[in-house]
């Protein structure tokens, strides 16, 4: 599948009166990475390759300057992610391994007056995908496993007039998944994952002042997510025998991910700043959301054990339940 996965963490609001300004940011950990998505360029079966995937989310972040009396300035953020992955079989097959990687671009906003700022890094979470071959005949297999999110990604960090804002990558994310791959024609082919992404722990934010460094606000939860996908694919041909494109066919997927819980909300007051009152508030604003994507894409086979795959992404809901206003993807994946 290709999958849609895009955001997780929150956004931070901190405001200043002396002088008056407020500064709103997605909060973007891991380089705006974030999110184990198993079914991203994953098949519900367990195979031996290495990929490289090319992800653009258009409009996928925003950061907000409101300096009275001025009118706000907002920058729409789109992110460029690329990310590595290995997946190995053992057990006889029935078993195997995927590692990913991901990296992104340089994230960073600065206000040319020098009232805000922020900045994220561009390493994302370093992910394991156990996967187990469940059930399996000449038209199914059935799969299901677990997925390991470690938080070797970047922090994020945001700056308010003279109060700087940390929000740590702390949290390690379990992601139980069940996916299924059904044929039922030679040229037909359907496939499905479902997925829980649940935060271990929460992610550490603290500020510093004028008074002392790293005062701790307390710790941000992320959600736990829900994420169902289903797609379907058609081979308009195929040709083992062909010189280079031996194959090509053309998928949809749909893709659907909601919130299980209330969003976590953080505030806090810092103290001697010279005058100035400060106020910091991260949560969710849209709290619970329920976002549907339709992928659209065009897979072709090389030489039997090469693929390269390029697909887009539209969303489908209002911008309160969507991560992104739209997404391209290219994906190469070598089978050995």
């Excluded at 078993?95 to 206000?111: A, H, I, N, R, Y």
């Amino acid at each position: 599948m290709f999958g849609d996965s895009f955001a997780r963490g929150g956004v931070l609001t901190a405001s200043n009166t002396v002088p008056e300004v407020t500064n709103t940011t997605d909060v973007l950990l891991a380089g705006g990475s974030r999110g184990l998505k198993v079914a991203e360029h994953n098949k519900a079966i367990p195979m031996n390759r290495t990929y490289l995937a090319y992800n653009h989310f258009h409009n996928a972040a925003a950061s907000s300057i409101d300096v009275t009396p001025l009118a706000p300035v907002t920058d729409n953020l789109s992110i460029d992610r690329w990310t590595l992955g290995l997946e190995s079989r053992f057990g006889e097959g029935l078993w195997s391994l995927e590692v990913q990687m991901p990296f992104t671009g340089d994230l960073d906003v600065v206000d040319p007056g020098g009232l805000a700022e922020s900045h994220s890094g561009q390493i994302g979470n370093l992910s394991a995908i156990l996967k187990r071959l469940v059930y399996y005949d000449e038209c199914t297999s059935v799969v299901m496993g677990l997925g390991v999110e470690a938080p070797t990604g970047s922090d994020f960090i945001s700056r308010t007039a003279d109060v700087s804002y940390l929000v740590s990558n702390d949290a390690v994310h379990l992601h139980p998944y069940l996916g299924v791959l059904h044929s039922p024609s030679d040229c037909l082919f359907f496939h499905g994952f479902i997925q829980v992404d649940v935060a271990t722990h929460g992610n550490l934010v603290t500020f510093d002042d004028f008074i002392a460094s790293g005062n701790i606000a307390g710790r941000f939860n992320d959600q736990t997510l829900l994420y169902a996908d289903l797609g379907g694919g058609y081979w308009l041909w195929r040709d083992p025998c062909a010189g280079c494109v031996t194959g090509l066919a053309v998928l949809a997927e749909v893709h659907y991910t909601t919130t299980l819980n209330d969003t976590d909300t953080l505030f806090a007051t810092p103290v001697g700043t010279g005058g100035g009152g400060h106020v910091m508030n991260l949560t969710s604003p849209a709290n619970r959301v329920d976002v549907v994507n339709l992928t659209a894409a065009i897979h072709a086979e090389l030489a039997q054990y090469s693929s390269l795959r390029v697909g887009g992404v539209v969303p489908l809901r209002d911008p309160d339940d969507r991560f992104f206003d739209a997404e391209v993807t290219v994906q190469f994946i070598q089978r050995f």
